[in-house]
């Protein structure tokens, strides 16, 4: 089997100290801690297999979100690079971009492009949005009005047709209610079978154990342990 | 919905900011996001006047309230228009253009910062933002010409056909100047945000020090007679946007070619030479600005 992603020696830094405007920039430039960096990532290398599912595993303020907003592009490594396809959707924050005083069914239109998918593509699959998301009775309503589980759901159904060759998802476990989750868990299980990748990103064992072929456990910003699942969810426990 | 997954497309490499493959590929990128453009700029549009009753005809409230200052009140109170002939015209010509200029950098300006949520979360070429404030300004810029129109109507006299041609130059340098400008100053204002306010005040400034609601040679005679003289009128014509005012007068004040107008005749070749060596400037200028755009957006998105 190929390789969809390939993460080569990528780091990450972050500036410790912050500075707003341009008199704190002059004044503060020679204070002691202004160039003091933080590695939030350091030399991670691995691969994801051609239509696999990998496990991102970490505790809270590991790297994982940073690792996986540079594979969205979102972020730019600081050092190493990430091929990836083109056709990647981010699950990061669903809803990012909606206009407030927009109809839902107006934002699914501009949402989908700023996801990089063509209007006239979007328009074959608009029915199976609107139908996904469960909130036909409301499509033409501004979504100002829409609750914050609305908003989920429209945002989770516009991600998740966008048709990409890799899916990058962050906690979905967390989207709306009991059965609107079972149905995109069942609905990542389907982009599984359809020959998809994915990388997903948890704290939660079980969902490593139900849905991964792979996994990487990432702690303090560098790769611990990669490999199957079990080996992965092992490394996890013996963490201290 | 699209069912099995057909083959595997094109890749892409992420690599360190500053680290960018070309001003070519950059421009494909932006290219490729031109969908994106188009919603962006139909969003900015539709939310603007959202609920209100003139919608976008609320755009040629302001020009038309500039119309009556300055045809009435600087116009006749001041008594501007007995050494400018159809007052209200010249200083329209270059008000809607210093309209389209100014509103695209100021909204250029805070483009990144105001989608800033935008930004954080989602991956697309980030020129697209300062270019979609360009857009943006451009629909209204091309909405408020029917004041202008209106303003024609109103004096029953019409510009030159052939002097239209100084068209051409002054939209070639508005757009790489506007466009760049707004680059460069997006990006730092994420850095320093007192960047927007530079940026407000340079503009009124620009405004002021731009032969917009006087003629050029007015500014032209004054700096003649300080100490330094020829310096100070060079670098008066250094403004890009003073430029492009004098030329858009040159094509749509319809005085111009007439006796009426003969007090503003400086259009002699040296100014085309100048005209167009600007536009060449211009030009080099928003590559620059690109590359430093490029180098910066990468990392900003941490400032945001």
Redesign the interface.
């Known amino acids: 089997m190929s390789t969809v992603v390939s993460i080569e020696n990528v780091s990450r830094e972050f500036r410790k100290y912050y500075q707003r405007t341009f008199k704190e920039f002059l004044t503060d430039r020679h204070a002691k801690n202004f160039n003091k960096v933080f590695m939030a990532l350091e030399n991670i290398t691995f691969q994801v297999k051609d239509g696999s599912t990998l496990g991102l595993l970490g505790r809270n303020g590991s790297g994982k979100s940073t690792l996986l907003k540079i594979i969205s592009g979102v972020l730019t490594p600081s050092s190493g690079q990430v091929i990836r396809p083109v056709s990647t959707a981010a699950l990061l924050e669903l809803g990012a971009g909606f206009q407030p005083e927009m109809t839902g069914l107006e934002n699914i239109l501009l949402n989908s492009s700023i996801l990089g998918r063509s209007r006239k593509d979007t328009e074959l699959v608009i029915d199976d949005i609107i139908d996904f998301s469960g909130i036909s009775e409301f499509i033409d309503t501004p979504v100002k009005f829409y609750s914050s589980g609305m908003y989920a759901r429209l945002g989770f159904a516009i991600a998740i047709h966008t048709d990409p060759e890799l899916l990058l998802v962050d906690e979905i476990l967390a989207v709306g209610d009991g059965p609107f989750q079972k149905k995109c868990l069942d609905r990542i299980k389907e982009m599984q079978n359809e020959g998809r990748s994915i990388i997903l990103v948890t704290h939660d064992i079980g969902t490593i154990q139900n849905f991964c072929d792979a996994a990487v456990v990432l702690d303090k910003g560098k790769v611990i342990a990669q490999g199957d699942t079990k080996e992965a969810i092992d490394a996890y426990h013996a963490l201290p | 919905?699209?069912?099995?997954?057909k083959k595997?497309?094109?890749?892409?490499?992420?690599?360190?900011?500053g680290r960018s493959s070309g001003v070519f590929k950059d421009f494909k990128d932006l290219l490729s996001?031109k969908?994106?453009l188009?919603?962006?700029v139909s969003?900015e549009l539709?939310?603007k006047y959202?609920?209100s009753f003139l919608g976008l005809g609320w755009t040629l409230i302001r020009p038309l309230v500039m119309l009556f200052i300055y045809s009435v009140v600087i116009g006749e109170f001041l008594g501007a228009s007995r050494s400018i002939a159809q007052f209200a015209i010249f200083v329209l010509v270059g008000l809607l253009f210093w309209n389209l200029i100014s509103d695209s950098i100021n909204v250029g300006a805070v483009s990144l910062t105001t989608?800033s949520?935008?930004?954080?979360?989602?991956?697309?070429p980030r020129e697209v933002l300062p270019l979609t404030s360009f857009a943006v300004a451009t629909v209204h810029f091309l909405v408020q010409i029917i004041v202008l129109v209106f303003a024609y109507l109103l004096f029953s006299s019409w510009p030159n056909v052939q002097n239209l041609l100084y068209l051409l130059p002054a939209v070639l340098i508005v757009f790489p100047v506007a466009f760049g400008m707004s680059l460069i100053f997006s990006v730092l204002n994420v850095r320093?945000?007192?960047t927007q306010y530079i940026v407000e005040v340079g503009l009124v400034l620009g405004f002021w020090l731009s032969p917009i609601v006087y003629p050029w040679n007015f500014a032209h005679q004054f700096l003649a007679s300080l100490p330094f003289g020829w310096f100070w009128q060079q670098l008066y014509l250094l403004n890009p946007f003073g430029l492009v005012v004098m030329a858009v007068q040159q094509a749509l004040w319809p005085p111009i070619a007439t006796a009426a107008g003969s007090a503003y005749q400086f259009f002699d070749s040296p100014f085309a030479t100048r005209l167009w060596l600007s536009v060449l400037a211009s030009w080099v200028f928003l590559y620059v600005a690109q590359r430093i755009f490029v180098r910066m957006a990468?990392?900003v998105?941490?400032?945001l």
Request: proline share 5%.
């Open positions: 919905m699209s069912g099995q997954l595997r497309g094109p890749t892409v490499t992420l690599v360190p900011a996001a969908e994106l188009t919603a962006l969003r539709a939310g959202k609920g989608n949520t935008l930004l954080k979360k989602v991956w697309f320093f945000r007192d990468g990392t998105v941490v400032d």
